[in-house]
């Protein structure tokens, strides 16, 4: 029970407020806007052209009103808008009215998710790994490469190393195609050839967020294990004789293990953000390509949703990762 | 301070790659107050030609020449920088000290709202109020949006450094000779933790040059007055890729990487300086 | 029979912060010679090099510590050897089985991740192959010879306190009963109860095993306690070495003679006097004997020349110029 309170309480409240404190910038910031929603679709509605008589041209801003959650006072609004949100409505799309956000969502949300997951997840592993293995065996050649290596990717931002993938393997040696998710025209059966050409469209995206998150975990997992070395528990492992490779997996790296989780956690945002950008590049058909789509039609509410939901979806992932911390950590989980 | 300096060029590699690449950046982007070209005005020059004596990196599409929009571009990218940077110092150093110092319910409470800003994905919100204000988003503004939304992480940072230090014992003893506590932090702890704003102060300008470019790539900050993100999106969209002027879209990118590789370079370099632990390992490494 | 001899033992530690050099003079020409079944005792102040004297003597010697010269020679029955001759691989075999370490900071020496057991088996298994159950009688026999109960096997390290971690770390030096126990302030921590307990714990392992213990620490009750023989360490030097008793009794050395005065005795309520000034930095130590400038004794000689450990009879060893004249 204590347990419960002292670790699990504080982390709860953490969620809770991050999701309220991103709902209402995402409530607040639209509100500044200089044009009415409202008004541009009823000149979108009158460039079509027919005759609507003022009553109804009165019913359909009442209605749109609604619709765009810009009925009622200010608080009022805010209610209705968690309202929604518990729901799962986010209203209809401006550019492709009247389809809901959330199909459209609905729709990219599977190719964003699967390419982040897989792509997380494998840089996280190799980065650390192969982090430990250099930070143990530093004054190798092979370690100082390596580090040469991750040091030069790390800092530059996933918008150009995604630009110098597509330049290089698409453009200057073409194996892989520009862009997209699958080859145009193909349909949706579940064969084989579906599969490799879904990884085909994927690779590139895929190996570029990889590059850039190995080389984050690289270094900060190197940077770590050469602070555990220096720790009495390590040296007196190597005073005892234990093999360099179990002081490597078993004291060191699980060891740094810890604070690599936490620094997952609080990082989600950014691999995140990342991702987006990444999907922009090779217009690959998920939430990046949806987001940049939306900016560039002046869809506000799609753009609301995609924010929502991406606050949302990734304070549910640290949430995620913080209740599998202790499972790692037994000084956590053995008071 | 400068013999700092000056041990940090001689004995660590890092430190003087990044230092010589941030001078010439520096002195690239004071070459930009002699611009021949204005580079708010297009078709001042032929249109796509590559790289002569006359146009030292080409021209663009729009009639621009490109060696003179880089400077103007390196240079707005920096003050850029700076405003952003100093903002985000100011409210990190600021949020540190007092959740650092005063501890309690105020430290959590804080510490609470500041974790949520470490944890909301900062680019779809930054993306949704730069569509917003589209078009008053100059270099000031800008500057101040991301210095507003850049904090957090350095203020945990700042706030575990002043953690440690309260615990030390010059605090003790400046506490019960009856030093207040607004002297205390402003006499004792600033000077302690002003390397590490420094180092942390890189790693945002890294941040916030990186979060510019991709607003810009989106069409999102005024796209007439030339950074090293707006370049890259009027080069992207003008299909230079496709038509084969490279050097429009190779410049931008290219000072793009130069850039991030030196500050960060820099930033590790003197964090590991100033990280003592880390400074026994080098002494390791030199053994007599 | 000399179990460990060490001969004009150097160890220093060098090393260049960007371009400035700085040398510690941590051990400077140490020779001693211990015996078989006994407890030896090496006392003197923080940062007079006891700590890198066991190092070297383990042969733990990484950078910036450098060996400058001398032996270390061990004789073990079937083996003998210089501990600086050996490669990686076989000084890694010697440790546990034969030579084993109780570090100074014994509370963090266990993988906090792992539990007891698992680190018994690290170690174990790093000189010894053994089955699942020859492991468990092995450490369960141990455990409840060392009367520590075996439920300690599966805890994790925080969650026992510092002096069961500093027992469970005792346990584990010991348990492959390797013949040369080195240990380096195991009792510091601790409070005055639970300290008792642990220099018991040496002493009954030393009895019941027949081995030798190498015990470091300032603490002169301790060596008082537990020890046969003693040698007192300043500077860098070993300055003076005899039987307990006649360290006690019969100090020779002006800073040893400093060093037993300031021991508070029962009953006895006069003003406890201990040596003026400080001891030098190992880094910038004073021409001739280190000792010169605190020594009420000294003359002309003693500022120039650093007088050599000899021997003045009953075993008794002192490094002075004055003392060695004498008895």
Known sequence: MLFFKSYLLPRIIQYLVVIFIGTTVVFVVPRFMPTDPVQKTLELVALQGTYIDPEAVEKLKETLKELYGLKGTLFEQYLAFWKRLFRGDFGPSFAQFPTPVMDLIKISLPWTTVLLLLTTLLSWIIGNILGGLAGYFSHQRWARILEGIAMVIRPVPYYIVALGLLIIFAFAFPIFPVGGGLSVGREMHLTFDLFIDIAKHAFLPALSLVLVGSSVWFMTMRLLISNILREDYVLYAQVGGISDREIVFQYAIRNALLPQITGLALSLGQIFSGALITEQVFAYPGLGTLLYNSVSRGDYNLLMGITLLSIIGIATGVLIIDLIYPLFDPRIRYR | MFSTIRDLIKYDRRFTFGFSVILIMIFLAILSFFSPYDPKVWNVVPRDTPPSIKHLLGTTSMGQDVFWLATFAIRNSFELSIIAVLISRVIAIFLGLITGYKGGSLDRTLMTINDSFVILPLLPILILIASVIKGALNITNLGILLGIFGWAWDARVIRSQILSLREREFTYTAKLSGMKTLSIIVKEYLPFITPLIMATAMNNMLWVIGMEVTLAILGLSSLEIPTLGTMIHWAVNSQSLLLGIWWWILTPVFICILLFISLYMLSVSISEFLDPRTRLQRIEVMKG | ?327
Not at chain 3, 57 to 85: A, C, H, M, Q, W
Not at chain 3, 114 to 135: L, P, T, Y
Not at chain 3, 245 to 268: A, M, N, V
């Open chain 3, 1 to 327: 029979m000399s179990i460990l001899r060490a001969e004009r033992l150097k160890a220093y530690y060098i090393s260049e912060i960007f371009g400035i050099k700085r040398t510690v003079r941590a051990v400077d020409e140490v020779s001693m010679d211990v015996d078989n079944n006994e407890i030896f005792g090496i006392a003197g102040e923080s940062g007079c090099g006891k700590s890198t004297l066991i190092k070297a003597l383990l042969g733990i010697v990484k950078p910036p510590l450098t060996i400058l010269g001398g032996e270390v020679n061990y004789d073990l029955g079937d083996k003998r050897f210089n501990i600086f001759s050996l490669s990686q691989k076989e000084s890694k075999n010697i440790r546990w089985e034969y030579i084993s370490y109780i570090p100074q900071s014994s509370m963090s020496v266990l993988n906090p991740v792992r539990r007891i057991r698992d680190s018994f088996k690290s170690f174990i298994n790093a000189h010894k192959k053994m089955g699942k159950s020859e492991f468990n009688s092995l450490v369960e026999e141990h455990l409840n010879l060392l009367g520590l109960p075996t439920e300690v096997l599966n805890a994790y390290p925080h969650q026992l306190s510092g002096g069961m971690r500093q027992r469970v770390t005792i346990a584990l030096a010991t348990i492959l009963r390797p013949k040369v126990i080195f240990a380096d302030e195991p009792s510091t921590a601790l409070d005055v109860v639970v300290q008792r307990g642990v220099i018991q714990l040496l002493k009954d392992i030393q009895q019941e095993q027949k081995n030798t213990i190498i015990l470091v620490t300032h603490d002169m009750a301790i060596h008082a306690n537990i020890c046969d023989r003693i040698a007192i360490m300043y500077a860098g030097k070993i300055i003076e070495e005899a039987k307990t008793q006649e360290i006690f009794k019969h100090p020779l050395h002006p800073y040893t003679k400093y060093l037993i005065g300031s021991l508070p005795r029962i009953g006895d309520k006069s003003y406890r006097v201990s040596a003026p000034g400080s001891p030098p930095p190992l880094s910038n130590l004073p021409s001739g004997c280190s000792f010169h400038p605190r020594c009420p004794y000294i003359t002309e000689r003693c500022k120039s020349d650093a007088p050599s450990l000899v021997e003045v009879g009953n075993n008794h060893k002192v490094a002075c110029f004055l003392a060695s004249k004498e008895g």
